[in-house]
Structures are given as structure tokens and as C-alpha cells.
């Protein structure tokens, strides 16, 4: 694919990457990865449920925890079907459509995580700083109507990039760096001018991470201010404690990303597989580690759970 450059009539397939060097232990980590992949689809079908089936759990907080189930959910139902071809019968060819259409499901379920997180920390300021407006200020229409801006915000955001791509010629190497298709890894494919995808795809990630993350850390100042005020110390740690699940999916989803960008700039001398390792870590562990921090950590949860694993026993 050297010197050829492609149009718009006439779109170049992509190579997919597994573990470089460790093509005959790529087996293994798909079987790790599927177990992973298992364990979280049936922790978050087991929240689903159990709020569904709690009538004290329908308040707002669940209701994009509920939210929030389904789009990491979506985010591994995305990656899956090339990580299991590559991975399991080493196919790693993919077409151009195929790709653009994974790199936008990807992205726009990392950008939705972002914005519920986001809300969810609203919401807990709500409760916390401002309780007897709870009520009026998280009514239903209006917790409906957050939910919608967050997947608007992320479709508007991400919905111009497979377009913007299809404007560029492609004559250079067509072997992406992972085993699924992203923005970072296709924009330097081009031979072409790609500023403009890069001025805009960096927008994309300060206006959404960047602005996320400042919100969701005044958020946070502003309840641990409000509690430190509460006179009695058992009160005030309490108040903290129903923050504690919302806090570990914030510092999980944040560190991830920061840790897999920053070892993407500054690790470029580690071997490729530790890049693709990472990567794939960053994408499947979360999602099985949110199910079990939000089933610990929050009462009514943990109470249903028990309720039903001690209906189960013989």
C-alpha cells in the first residue's frame, strides 16, 4: 500500500494488530478477556435487574447508573467481535465502512461514559448540597432530558469524524496499532493535510474530558464542603460513604485514560504489545470492576444481592 493512494471511490481495507511477538500466547488472553468479558455482562445484566425490581432504587442516581450499565456494555459490544477475530482466528483484515462504524460506536460510548459521570455527580450535589430541592430540580422529565443531552452531545461530537475522514487520501502503511478501530491510530494513516482532524478531534477530547472532569471535581468540592459543615461526625461520614461508588468509577475511568494516554506519549521505546495490552485492559477491566465497586458499596444494591443469593442456596 506504499506509494497508492486511495479516493472516496475506492477506500482502503485496514489490518487489524493483536500482540506482536506473542502470537502463540494471543489465545490465552482472549480466554481471560472473554471470562472478563462474561463476568461484566452479567454484572451489569444483575444491577439492571435488581433496580428494575427494587422500587426504592428508582430515583435519579439509579436511573443513570442504569445508564451507565448499558454503555459499558456497549463499549464491549463494540471492541468484541474484532478482538475475537483477531485474536481467536487471527483475521485481521477489516473494511474501511466496518472500521469507521466501530471507531464511532467507541468512541461515542467513551464520550456518553464521560457526560453520565458527570451527571451522576450532579446529582449527588443535588441530594447533598441542596436536598430540599431535590425533588423539584431532579423531576423525571428532567432527568429524561439529561439523559438525551448526554447521547446528543456525544453524537454531534463524534459524528463528523468518520466523514472527515473519508476526505483524506490514504498511501501510507494500513496496519493499525490495535486489535479495533480509533481516531488517534487512523489519523496517522493519511498522506494527506490532517490538521484540521487533529485541531478537532483534540477539541472533541478538551471540551468532553477536559470540561467533565473540571465539573465533576467542583462537584466534589462543593459536597465535601457542605459535609465537613455537618456537626456530627457519623452524619458526615455518611453523607461521604454514598459518594464513595460514584467516586471509584470517576477515578477508574479518568486514570485509565489518563495512564494509557500518557504511556502512548512517553513508553514509546516499551515493545508494541505492552501499548496493545493496555489498551485492551483499559477497555475490558472497567466494566467488570464497576458492577462489583457500585454492588459493594451501595446499600440497597448489596441488600437485593444477598436477598437473591440467599434465595438461590439449597
Known sequence: MG????????????????????????????LLFGVLYIISIAGYALILFIIKEEQSLHQPMYYFLSLL??????????????????????????????????????????????????????????AICNLLC?????????????GVCVFLRSFCMIFPLPSLLKTLPFCKA????????LHPDLI????????????????????IFGLDSALILLSYVLILH?????????????T??????????????????VGVTMFARYGRHAPHYVHTLLSLIYLFVPPVL???????????????????LLQTKF
Open 290 to 308: 464497576n458492577p462489583v465497586i457500585y454492588s459493594i458499596k451501595t446499600k440497597e444494591i448489596r441488600r437485593r444481592l444477598s436477598k437473591i
Open 69 to 126: 450499565s448499558g454503555n459499558d456494555l456497549g463499549v464491549s459490544f463494540s471492541t468484541w467481535p474484532t478482538v475475537f477475530a483477531v485474536f481467536c482466528f487471527h483475521l485481521r483484515e477489516i473494511s474501511f465502512n466496518s472500521c469507521m462504524s466501530q471507531m464511532f460506536f467507541i468512541h461515542i460510548f467513551s464520550f456518553m461514559e464521560s457526560g453520565i459521570l458527570l451527571v451522576m455527580s450532579f446529582v449527588r450535589y443535588v
Open 240 to 257: 461521604l460513604n454514598t459518594c464513595v461508588s460514584h467516586l471509584y468509577a470517576v477515578l477508574i475511568f479518568y486514570m485509565h485514560k
Open 134 to 146: 431535590y425533588s423539584t430540580v431532579l423531576t423525571d422529565a428532567r432527568v429524561v432530558w439529561m
Open 174 to 181: 494500513n496496519v493499525l496499532s490495535h486489535a479495533y478501530c
Open 188 to 207: 496517522r494513516l493519511p498522506c494527506g493535510d490532517t490538521s484540521i482532524n487533529n485541531i478537532f478531534g483534540l477539541s472533541i477530547v478538551i471540551s
Open 226 to 238: 457542605s459535609a465537613l459543615a455537618i456537626a456530627s461526625q457519623e452524619e458526615r461520614l455518611k
Open 3 to 30: 506509494g497508492e493512494a486511495y479516493n472516496n471511490f475506492r477506500l482502503p481495507p485496514f489490518i487489524l494488530t493483536g500482540l506482536p511477538g506473542l502470537e502463540t500466547s494471543q489465545h490465552w488472553l482472549f
